[in-house]
């Protein structure tokens, strides 16, 4: 249909953004919603799940009315943050808070358990069942904030593979059903305004926000590894087959093609701390540009990035982060540089752990998130990493991967693959700088040093040699 439209959305902790977007990747309307998080307590983060249905109605009502005139909807699909449960009665209700993925009020928890740690569903559901036995008596269902929401739209209880496949512990609270992002749910409601003028369009399963931002950036092609970007950040290479490693998370990604790699909890929060903590001159913007252009020597400090513990591939709430190399010369400046680079090599080290598990080797790295804005840490990444970086033209790539799962279902493209290449349309790509190469592998194996004494002093070993 020449004026057919998909909705994609891309629900988030912070905010959560619908679109309007053509076929061919344009986005003919945008909408964006700001939320914020509880933090009752000291390691706690949550959220009313209310927040994100209200969220939804409101960004949905504001991309239609500046839907071009003779548009038509003709799918929609929901994307969103994983890691963060909610918790639904008999009736579909929601029974409080929902956990955010970086709460670690179950670290004690986790520590009597095997194999799971505080970010986990199992320890968080323990938790509960621990310190909340009348909430956890009445669960019926524990959910991923995207599929409570198709739930609310289509009165269908769902989750998709790609989520599915990498959960350990929700069961036997997880759906039942479960299809492929681009199979559809069922349809929209008929509810009230505004969902009343969406009513009865095909509603898609949708995926984790990692695998939307990263399919909307490109990286669906085996050898592609990809960065998301944000407050954290979440890496990975796209691989043919399944890649099985204990550190890493494997995901079934397309229909033909796997991926392994995983979040961190380092990100622009590492940046936006060392701006503030050390007054570095300048708004943030500029600092990271300035910062990130300076020339890199091999005397600069080496940042280890576990401000608040770290997920892939260390998978620890207790370890804790470290500049090493400090000396009185070192200026702000050097500190936000090591800050940067301490990210990107935590990158690195996901995209190396990647490739020894799958024997795949990463021939470029898509990037996106509000961290890919920067043009001075794109070039950074493709330094450190050794690849080049292609940053995605459009920046909400959340929504755009929504959008390529929509198209799938739809058969408007007749593979993600298919999609990705016509919707997912790349931008400015940075190249590598060999000169630089023996450089960053010296101070990789220093970073892997401060790495190792980190985890003894939490007393963690190191996963995967």
């Given at each position: ?290 910062a990130g252009r300076s020339a890199p020597h091999g005397d600069r ?165």
């Open positions: 249909m020449r004026n057919g439209l998909l909705l994609g959305v891309d629900v988030g902790a912070g905010s959560l953004r619908a679109a309007l977007v053509r076929s061919q990747g344009r986005v003919v309307a945008a909408a964006a919603v700001p939320l914020a998080a509880r933090e009752p307590r000291a390691g706690w983060a949550e959220i009313d799940p209310e927040r994100w249905w209200t969220a939804l109605c409101t960004a949905i009502a504001r991309v239609l009315r500046a839907m071009p005139r003779g548009g038509v909807v003709q799918g929609l699909c929901i994307c969103g943050l994983t890691r963060t449960q909610v918790l639904l009665d008999r009736r579909g209700r929601a029974l409080g808070p929902a956990i955010l993925f970086r709460d670690r009020r179950a670290a004690g928890v986790a520590r009597e358990m095997e194999g799971v740690t505080a970010f986990d569903p199992a320890a968080r559901l323990a938790w509960i069942a621990r310190h909340q036995p009348a909430r956890f008596g009445r669960v019926h269902a524990v959910v991923e904030p995207k599929d409570f929401m198709n739930y609310r739209l289509t009165g269908v209880l769902a989750t998709d593979t790609v989520t599915q496949s990498r959960q350990r512990a929700a069961a036997p609270f997880a759906p039942r059903e479960s299809v492929a992002p681009w199979q559809q749910v069922g349809v929209v409601r008929a509810v009230a305004s505004p969902l009343a003028r969406i009513a009865g369009v095909p509603v898609f399963a949708g995926a984790l926000d990692t695998w939307a931002s990263a399919v909307g950036a490109g990286a669906v092609r085996p050898g592609q590894a990809y960065d998301i970007a944000g407050t954290s950040e979440a890496a990975g290479l796209v691989t043919v087959a399944r890649a099985t490693a204990r550190d890493l998370v494997a995901l079934g990604w397309t229909e033909r093609s796997h991926q392994v790699g995983g979040p961190t909890q380092a990100g622009a929060d590492c940046a936006r701390w060392c701006h503030a903590t050390f007054r570095v001159r300048g708004s943030l913007a500029r600092a990271i540009e300035r400090p080496i940042f280890l990035p576990y401000l608040a513990g770290e997920r892939a591939p260390v998978w620890s709430s207790e370890v804790r982060g470290a500049f090493h190399g400090v000396d009185r010369a070192s200026m702000p400046d050097d500190f936000l540089w090591a800050v940067l680079e301490g990210v990107a090599m935590a990158v690195r080290d996901i995209v190396e752990h990647a490739q020894r598990a799958s024997g795949t080797a990463a021939t470029e790295l898509r990037v996106a998130g509000g961290g890919a804005r920067s043009d001075a840490w794109c070039r950074m990444k493709a330094d450190v990493v050794g690849v080049p970086v292609l940053r995605a033209k459009e920046a909400e790539t959340g929504v755009i991967g929504a959008a390529v799962a929509a198209a799938v279902g739809l058969r408007t493209h007749a593979s993600v693959s298919d999609a990705a290449a016509a919707m997912a349309v790349p931008g400015r790509r940075f190249e590598p700088r060999r000169s630089l190469a023996a450089l960053y592998d010296a101070r990789a194996a220093k970073y892997r040093q401060v790495k190792a004494a980190a985890l003894a002093l939490a007393e963690v070993p190191e996963p995967g040699g």
